[in-house]
C-alpha cells in the first residue's frame, strides 16, 4: 500500500490520459493487490533485499548469458541441472530465449506466443520454471525471459475468437473491413521484412477483414488503445514475474503503439505505457527489472531510459554499437566504433546498457552511413564489402558465415555466425593451422575484453565460452533450412566442455582467457558501473583507446583493430600496473601485436 501511495497518482494520471476508464483503472489496482497477495515469501524477502540494496543488477561482478533451452540442455530440468556449470562460467544472470507456447512452424522462433501462461511442452512446465528459478535465487542467479507485448500468435485464444466475428476480441486486434485503411497505414509504415513477409497487414478471406501484422501473418499485434488488452498483459506481466522471473525483457518496444499517418515507431504513448509498466512492476515486485529491446540508433535508444525522475526500462540493448564492432574487424577503423562510444558516454551514469558481441539474431548493418559517407564509404558498397568479408570471400578475412534475408533487387542482406567463426577459429580448425588459430582466439579475447571495457552489463552467447563454431547441420532440418540464423543457434556441444581442463587446447584457451578477464572486471574498481568513461585520441584509426576513472585509479584499456603490431605510446611516463600480467613497472610505451589489447591501470 505504501509503494502504491507513492505511485498512485501519476499512474492514474497517465491511466487516465490514455484511457479515460475509472472502473478500468480500479480494476487494475485490485489485481495488482491480487498478484501481490499471492507473491510468493521468498520473493517477497528477495524484493526488500534489492529494494534496500538500490540498483542490484548494475554491480560489476555481472555476467549474463543468453540461451536457447533445448540447445543448452534439453529442457528446463536439463538447465537446472547444469547449474553448475554455469557457475563455473561465472554467469549471474541466465536469459532464457522464449520458451512460452507458440505453434509448430509458426512460432518465429518463440516469438509468436500463443499462450503467455503456459511453457512449450516439450520444454517442461510453469511448475518446472518457478522451481528453475527457486534454485538460482539459491546461487545468486537472475533469470531473464521475453515479453512478446506486441503481438499474439494467430493461435492465441483472443485470435481464435476474433477470428469466429466476436468484436470484443477483434476489439484487441486492428481489424478492418475496408482495405483504404490499410492501404492508409502502409504509405507511412516501414515494412520488417520487405522480402519474408511484405507489408503490415494480412487479409482473413473467412472474415473478410485485414489484420495487422507488422511482423509475420500469423504474428496479430495487439491494440493498446483497448484498455482491455494493458490491463491484461500487465496481468500477465506479473503472473510470470511471480514465478520468479528477475528481468522481464520487453520485446520490439518501440512498435507497441499504433497511430495512422505516422510510422508507428517510438510514439509518445509507447513511453506512457513503459511507465506505467515500470511503475506497475515497483508497486508490486519492486526486485525485477525491465529490459528493453529497442533496436535503433543511440539517440533513438536513451529515450526509453525514460528520465531520472520519471525512469522507464532500467536496461537497455546496446545494438548500435555491437554491428559497429564487426564493421571496425572489418575495415580496421576504428572512428565510428570510437563516435558511437562517445555518445554512449556521455549519457547519465544511471543508463545501464547491455553489451554483447553476438546473439541469437543476424547482424544487420544498420550503420551510421552519413558519418560514413564523409570518410568515403557509401551505404550500398560498404554493406556488400562487409557481406563479402565475413563470408571469407575477402582477401585476408579469416570469418566463416551465411547471408540472411538476401534481397537479391537492392543486394541488401543480414549476416550470421558465432563469434568465434567470425574472429576465424572455424577456418583456422578446418586448415589445422597452428599459427592462424593463435590469431583467431587472441582475436576473439581482445574483442570480449574491449566488450569488458564498455559501460554497462557483458552478456556472453552460450557456446561462446568455448569458442563453439557455426552449425550447418540446420540445412537438414526442413523446419529450419529457410533461416540461416539457426547456423549460430546449434545445440551446445557438452563433449567440448571436458576440453576446458586441457589449457592447450582451443576450449581451454578461450574459456580461460575469459575467466581471467572476468577475474579482473569483478575485483577491479575502475569496472564500477559509475566510473568515468571516455575515449582518448590516438593518431592511429586502427587504436581504440578507452579510459575509466573510479575511485582515485584509472584503466588504460588499448585495443589493436588490426593485423600489425603496434608500439603504444602512454600519455606520459609513469608507473603502470598491467593488469593482465600483474607486473608493476614504468610505462613509457607497449609493444601490442596484431589484435591485441593491453589493460593499464595507474
Not at 280 to 305: Q, R, S, T
Not at 332 to 348: A, F, G
Not at 361 to 389: A, C, F, Q, R
Request: aromatic residues 12%.
Amino acid at each position: 500500500m505504501e509503494r502504491l501511495h507513492r505511485h498512485h497518482d501519476e499512474l492514474r494520471w497517465l491511466y487516465m490520459e490514455l484511457y479515460g476508464n475509472d472502473d478500468m483503472f480500479a480494476e487494475l489496482c485490485g489485481q495488482m493487490k491480487l498478484y501481490y497477495d499471492q507473491r510468493s515469501a521468498k520473493l517477497k524477502k528477495l524484493d526488500a533485499e534489492r529494494e534496500a540494496a538500490g540498483e542490484w543488477y548494475r554491480k560489476r561482478d555481472m555476467l549474463g548469458m543468453m540461451m536457447y533451452i533445448d540447445n543448452f540442455a534439453g529442457n528446463i530440468k536439463g538447465v537446472q541441472e547444469k547449474l553448475p556449470y554455469l557457475e563455473e562460467c561465472n554467469v549471474n544472470y541466465i536469459h532464457l530465449m522464449p520458451f512460452l507456447d507458440s505453434p509448430k512452424g509458426r512460432s518465429d522462433g518463440g516469438y509468436a506466443v500463443a499462450d503467455f501462461r503456459k511453457v512449450k511442452p516439450e520444454l517442461g512446465t510453469m511448475e518446472d520454471l518457478a522451481e528453475l528459478a527457486d534454485k538460482c535465487h539459491d546461487k545468486g542467479i537472475s533469470l531473464c525471459m521475453d515479453f512478446v507485448m506486441n503481438h499474439t500468435s494467430e493461435d492465441h485464444e483472443w485470435a481464435k475468437r476474433a477470428r469466429q466475428g466476436d468484436g470484443e476480441y477483434m476489439s484487441r486486434y486492428f481489424f478492418y473491413a475496408d482495405p483504404s485503411i490499410p492501404q492508409e497505414y502502409e504509405k507511412t509504415v516501414p515494412q520488417v521484412f520487405p522480402t519474408t513477409a511484405p507489408g503490415n497487414f494480412t487479409y482473413l478471406q473467412e472474415l473478410g477483414h485485414y489484420v495487422m501484422t507488422t511482423f509475420y501473418p500469423y504474428q496479430w499485434d495487439l491494440n493498446y488503445r483497448n484498455p482491455r488488452v494493458f490491463n491484461e498483459m500487465m496481468y500477465n506481466f506479473l503472473y510470470l514475474a511471480n514465478q520468479g522471473m528477475d528481468i522481464i525483457r520487453i520485446d520490439a518496444v518501440p512498435y507497441i503503439w499504433k497511430e495512422l499517418g505516422t510510422n508507428c515507431r517510438n510514439l509518445p504513448q509507447v513511453h506512457t505505457i513503459v511507465r506505467m509498466m515500470r511503475m506497475i512492476g515497483e508497486i508490486v515486485c519492486p526486485g525485477i527489472v525491465l529490459l528493453g529491446e529497442v533496436v535503433m540508433e543511440p539517440d533513438k535508444v536513451a529515450p526509453y531510459f525514460g528520465t531520472v525522475e520519471k525512469p522507464e526500462c532500467h536496461m537497455l540493448y546496446n545494438v548500435t554499437t555491437m554491428a559497429t564492432t564487426w564493421h571496425t574487424v572489418a575495415t580496421r577503423d576504428i572512428r565510428l566504433l570510437r563516435k558511437q562510444m562517445d555518445i554512449v558516454c556521455s549519457l547519465p551514469r544511471e543508463y545501464t546498457f547491455l553489451n554483447y558481441l553476438r546473439c541469437h539474431d543476424d547482424i544487420g548493418w544498420g550503420l551510421d552511413y552519413d558519418t560514413l559517407k564523409s570518410w568515403g564509404m557509401e551505404e550500398v558498397p560498404h554493406k556488400k564489402y562487409l557481406n563479402d568479408y565475413f563470408q571469407g570471400k575477402v582477401e585476408g578475412s579469416v570469418s566463416r558465415g551465411e547471408l540472411y534475408n538476401e534481397d537479391p533487387v537492392t543486394g541488401d542482406a543480414r549476416f550470421c555466425a558465432t563469434t568465434a567463426s567470425m574472429c576465424g577459429v572455424e577456418s583456422a580448425g578446418f586448415e589445422q593451422d597452428e599459427e592462424k588459430m593463435d590469431w583467431a582466439i587472441r582475436k576473439d579475447l581482445m574483442l570480449h575484453a574491449y566488450m569488458f571495457t564498455q559501460s554497462g552489463i557483458p552478456m556472453l552467447y552460450s557456446g561462446d565460452e568455448i569458442g563453439q563454431v557455426n552449425d550447418y547441420t540446420y540445412k537438414k532440418d526442413p523446419d529450419k533450412v529457410a533461416d540461416s540464423r539457426y547456423i549460430h543457434r546449434g545445440k551446445f556441444n557438452w563433449g567440448l566442455v571436458d576440453n576446458i581442463k586441457d589449457k592447450t587446447s582451443v576450449q581451454g584457451r578461450i574459456f580461460n582467457g575469459l575467466e581471467k578477464l572476468e577475474k579482473i572486471r569483478r575485483t577491479e574498481a575502475v569496472f564500477n558501473s559509475d566510473a568515468e568513461v571516455y575515449t582518448k585520441d590516438y593518431s592511429d584509426t586502427s587504436i581504440l583507446w578507452i579510459v575509466r576513472k573510479a575511485e582515485g585509479e584509472e584503466l588504460h584499456a588499448v585495443f589493436n583493430f588490426s593485423d600489425e603490431g603496434k608500439t603504444i605510446w602512454m600519455p606520459e611516463k609513469a608507473v603502470y600496473t598491467n593488469l593482465m600480467t600483474g607486473v608493476t613497472e614504468e610505462v613509457e610505451t607497449v609493444e601490442l601485436s596484431g589484435w591485441d589489447f593491453v589493460w593499464m591501470k595507474r
